[in-house]
């Protein structure tokens, strides 16, 4: 507290007991046990003690509706009336989940108000469902409600923020957030994922149409990329391009399916290699930046990475960069992507 008794600006923390009624009644790889993971790690490592929660709320039908269809947000609402429903081959729905995805949201929504509005400096959102590849009109890939997307659109709509950019580090492309934005000039969307690879968005040549176009850039890895490949990433095309956006906001689909070891994924980036990635986001839009959860599937590696992002957004110093070099291929994917955006733009 300050000697006038106002709260200084610390790291938000959004995590609710009722995400953990989201759940299977057989063996899913987004099951509770990953949020339970990360709660007891940072728990563990007096990290969640430093941050000041945030409550999960339910988003109202208006927020949701700033990115879903109304036929969508009446089917998952649904949901709630049955034990269980497969919504796809990947995506399932039991009582729990309707309530579980608009506590999400609104939790996300919340939370990035807290920042944009300078109560809080950052924030982590421990998420379930995840949302990035919910489409308006459909949920898909283990994903309900799209979290990220509606809380951008919220903070737009409220004037706390003009531009923005999503940050979206998951193993899998976010398809639900490329659409939503696709055409808008106020949002720029930058994906770093494996492909070809579910759900098959995401090639270099998408980069935005209308008024949007240019602002969607996308680098499709082949499997095995690491941290250094990641940092090239972020040092040749993230922050040149961000540099020129200049954000207010900076939200992050932060997956932790690309670490090493994960069973969806063939990609090797450690915790290391997140904690870096996030120091430099940090230095973006004031520092104003929300890491929401989406993917990750190794309890140990979802845990140790999110454990090492929050040590950052608190305001430790990141682990030397002792990366090494990029490899060849991630340096072609780099240059075709440069070239792809200089030809939107």
């Known amino acids: 507290m300050s000697g006038h008794g106002v709260e200084a600006p610390g790291t938000g923390l959004v995590f609710d007991e009722r995400f953990l009624l989201h759940r299977a009644p057989y063996e899913h790889p987004e099951h509770p046990g990953r949020l339970v993971a990360i709660r007891d790690r940072l728990s563990s490592d007096g990290l969640s003690a430093r941050c000041r929660g945030v409550p999960a709320r339910e988003a109202t039908r208006d927020e949701l509706a700033r990115v879903h269809s109304a036929a969508h947000i009446d089917a998952i609402e649904a949901t709630a009336d049955r034990a269980f429903q497969q919504l796809d081959p990947d995506t399932y729905a039991c009582r729990g ?17 807290e920042v944009t509005e300078g109560r809080l400096e950052n924030g982590l959102a421990l998420l379930r469902p995840p949302g990035h590849h919910a489409e308006a009109d ?28 999503i940050v979206d580090w998951d193993l899998h492309h976010g398809n639900g957030t490329q659409h939503t934005f696709w055409e808008d000039p106020s949002v720029l969307y930058l994906s770093i994922h494996q492909f070809p690879f579910y759900p098959g968005t995401g090639s270099i040549d998408e980069t935005g149409g209308g008024a949007g176009r240019g602002l969607t850039v996308n680098v499709p890895w082949p499997g095995g990329m690491g941290d250094a490949e990641y940092a090239a990433a972020f040092e040749r095309i993230l922050e040149p391009i961000a540099s020129e956006f200049a954000p207010d ?11 090493q ?36 599937y190794n309890l140990e590696a979802i845990s140790e990475s999110a454990a090492a992002c929050l040590r950052v957004l608190l305001g430790e110093r990141p682990p030397a960069r002792e990366f090494g070099e990029p490899s060849p291929g991630a340096l072609r994917v780099i240059d075709a992507a440069l070239t792809a955006r200089e030809r939107a733009s």
């Open 261 to 296: 070891g994960d069973p969806l994924g063939s990609m090797r980036v450690t915790p290391a290699g997140y904690a870096w990635m996030t120091s430099r986001l940090s230095r973006l839009a004031g520092g104003r930046v929300v890491l929401a959860l989406e993917g990750g």
């Open 97 to 113: 989940s309707a309530a579980a995805a608009k506590l999400a949201a609104g939790g996300l929504i919340d939370l990035v108000r």
């Open 138 to 165: 459909r949920a898909m890939g283990f994903c309900l409600f799209n979290n990220v997307a509606i809380a951008a659109r919220a903070a737009r709509a409220s004037g706390a923020a003009r531009r923005i950019l």
């Open 249 to 259: 906001l900076v939200i992050v689909s932060a997956g932790f399916d690309a670490a």
